[in-house]
């Protein structure tokens, strides 16, 4: 037998499922991205690759207030080899602009988006993530639960 909530799924939906993008999840990052990158380039080159997208799951800026510039910021982003998207902003260098828009790009690094501090979002084609971060949680988790009770919310394949 199978349970309600699956077979309320559409057929689509499981149709999906089966292209999903094959996903590389990390902790925090804390502003190491020559590391990040590196590892990534690794694991993506290896026999466990090749991989679509990258998760980070923490803090993605360095937390000890390192005085870094935007331009020197985006200089090593620019290096990172697949799209990644993170959601706490909380260390980013004084210089660096939120973006306007939830996924958007940061400027000169095309391959690194902030998924925004709470929500539900579809990218890569067709993952579903949703997502909290600090530092409101409590507003990130009331807003997650408003989009989770819409009816065309069908569910989340990642959580961060």
Known sequence: PSSPALAARPASRTAATAAMPRLLVCGDVGGK???LFKRVRTLHGSKAGPFDVVLVAGS??????????AEDLFTVLADCPL??????????????AQPQEEGQ?????PNV???????????????????LAPPDVDQGLRRLE?????PSFLGADVLL
């Not at 799209?83 to 660096?96: K, N």
């Not at 408003?146 to 819409?150: D, R, S």
């Open 33 to 35: 991205f020559g590391p």
């Open 60 to 69: 993605f800026f360095s937390s000890a207030g390192d005085a870094v510039s």
């Open 83 to 96: 799209p990644l998207y993170f959601a706490d902003w909380r260390g980013a260098p004084a210089g660096l």
């Open 105 to 109: 790009a940061l400027p000169g690094a």
């Open 113 to 131: 988006r902030f998924l925004g501090s709470a929500g539900i979002k579809t990218i890569e084609g067709n993952l579903t993530v949703a997502f």
């Open 146 to 150: 408003t989009l989770a009770k819409h």
